[in-house]
């Protein structure tokens, strides 16, 4: 352990094992301290996203090893990290990197050219705002929320969007119309806490929703103040990509089932659903391997998507499979479509970042919520 740092909270399992919370200024580590051994490991705090896991320490007899479960550790875990938030300088870090995060994810593409609305390209499509200035009048257009406006959202704005005048287009002009407050205060599980969540387990050294974002975590501690982050910023691993999808299918969230299965084909073929087509997905879309994706329907209504890792992964076992009905899925269509041309392959990859964020903030949840504040 480098000699630097320091421990900030530690709290006795028992009479063999200790967890503490060590830093050097930067992300924190959880160091397990083996009491009898009087030594010491340190873990970078994605580790603990699986709570399944088991923490094997030596014991004092020659060849015996004692197994603690996450989940038995899990009050000691929260407590050490509630400590550590307290004793140290996160909280305000937190503070400044969510409310960065906020901008970079609110941050509107601008479109100029009518004929682009129709075919924007993949990168624009995952924004959450369009700053639309395709009309006669130079310096005016408006803000267009490229996600779906339900009854209790159509009062914050003027006939769907919000006017631009001056050529006041930029994420600051947009903060300054106070709509990212109001959404934020209208439905803070949708556009708030979620953003919370990334802060808070970027900074802690958790992974960037399964990604591993090592690199850029020290980048976050060391200068704060001089950061520049861009909305597709190749350090966020696509982690902001995933948060726009999560926010602009919200509501079908509870609709998508995501499992594993040994072997996706039979499962659905077995079960009556018809084989429609098989596409190849590079690395980066569903995980860390590339993926050959097959689409299934069945009469009832139902769809399903059935993912073959094309390489070996260890962050599932066997197969995925993503399923929903068909009204879903065109409703999903629709939502990531401006009024242009839809996109299957993209709308897939949208659908599947979305749940894969909906289920990483879940698996941060019980580390985070005693700091957060919220569930």
Not at 79 to 101: D, H, I, M, N, Q
Not at 286 to 310: L, Q, S
Request: charged share 30%.
């Amino acid at each position: 352990m480098d000699d630097k740092g320091e421990v900030v909270s530690s709290f006795d399992i028992d009479e063999t094992l200790a967890l503490q919370i060590w830093t050097k200024g930067m992300s924190p580590r959880l160091v397990v301290f083996n009491k009898i051994q009087n030594s010491r490991k340190m873990i970078r705090l994605s580790w603990l996203e699986k709570l399944d896991r088991k923490l094997s320490v030596k014991g004092k007899k020659r060849g015996e090893s004692i197994e603690y479960s996450l989940h038995d550790l899990l009050p000691s875990l929260q407590r050490v990290l509630s400590e550590y938030a307290v004793y140290t300088s996160f909280k305000p870090r937190l503070w400044k990197f969510t409310g960065l995060l906020e901008k970079v994810l609110h941050t509107p593409v601008i479109v100029t050219a009518k004929g682009e609305l129709e075919l924007l390209s993949e990168d624009k499509r995952s924004s959450l705002w369009i700053a639309d200035m395709t009309g006669e009048k130079r310096g005016e257009g408006s803000f267009r929320p490229f996600f779906p406006l339900y009854e209790n959202y159509e009062p914050l704005f003027i006939n769907g969007c919000i006017p631009i005048t001056e050529n006041h287009r930029n994420v600051d002009d947009l903060f300054k119309t106070g709509i990212v407050r109001k959404l934020a205060n209208l439905s803070p599980a949708r556009w708030y806490h979620p953003i919370q969540w990334m802060a808070a387990g970027m900074l802690l050294g958790f992974s960037f929703c399964e990604e591993d974002g090592e690199d850029f975590i020290d980048d976050l501690w060391r200068e704060p103040a001089h950061l520049i982050l861009n909305l597709g910023d190749a350090r966020m691993k696509k982690i902001d990509c995933k948060f726009i999808a999560y926010a602009r299918h919200f509501d079908s969230l509870p609709f998508i089932e995501l499992r594993t299965s040994p072997d996706s084909d039979k499962e659905l073929l077995d079960a009556a659903y018809a084989r429609k087509r098989r596409v190849t997905f590079g690395e980066g879309v569903f995980g860390d391997v590339g993926y050959t994706v097959t689409f299934f329907e069945h009469e009832d209504g139902r769809m399903a998507i059935g993912c073959k890792p094309k390489a070996a992964t260890l962050r599932h076992k066997g197969d995925i499979i993503y399923a929903f009905t068909v009204s879903v899925y065109e409703k999903a269509l629709k939502d990531d479509s401006p009024g242009g041309t839809s996109d299957d392959f993209f709308t897939v990859e949208q659908l599947a970042g979305a749940k894969n964020f909906e289920i990483w903030t879940q698996r941060l949840t019980p580390y985070l919520s005693p700091i957060l504040g919220f569930a």
